[in-house]
């Protein structure tokens, strides 16, 4: 069982940066990939951006590409989502999430985490 908690939302002015930070709870992090998601109201969630075990590999929606980086720190336990140049469009409600590699769908999720980017 892996418990995960998100925490560095907030509200942001257009251009602004955040740094979103999720804390997994357990040992072998190095074991689980790991990936940010988001949901706008209104819409289906979408994914954001993920990270290999190793950090050897990343990928990114095409809509945050060159903004935001994802990275993580096995010896903490967490992975970060730097936010760069934010827009309004990428207000939503972040979720950490995670899987263990080799498995191809993320078992455990955090809570969530507003980001609100104001024009």
């Known amino acids: 069982q892996v418990q995960l908690v998100e925490s560095g939302g907030g509200l942001v002015q257009a251009g602004g940066s955040l740094r979103l930070s999720c804390a997994a709870s357990g040992r072998a992090f190095g074991n689980y990939g790991a990936g940010w998601f988001r949901q706008a109201p209104g819409k289906e969630r979408e994914f954001v951006s993920s990270i290999t075990g190793s950090s050897d590999s990343t990928k990114y929606a095409d809509s945050v590409k060159g903004r935001f980086t994802i990275s993580r720190d096995n010896a903490k336990n967490t992975v970060y989502l730097q936010m760069n140049s934010l827009k309004p469009e990428d207000t939503a409600v972040y979720y950490c999430?995670?899987?263990?590699?080799?498995?191809?769908?993320?078992?455990?999720w955090g809570q969530g985490t507003q980001v609100t980017v104001s024009s």
């Open positions: 999430a995670v899987r263990r590699i080799g498995i191809s769908s993320y078992r455990y």
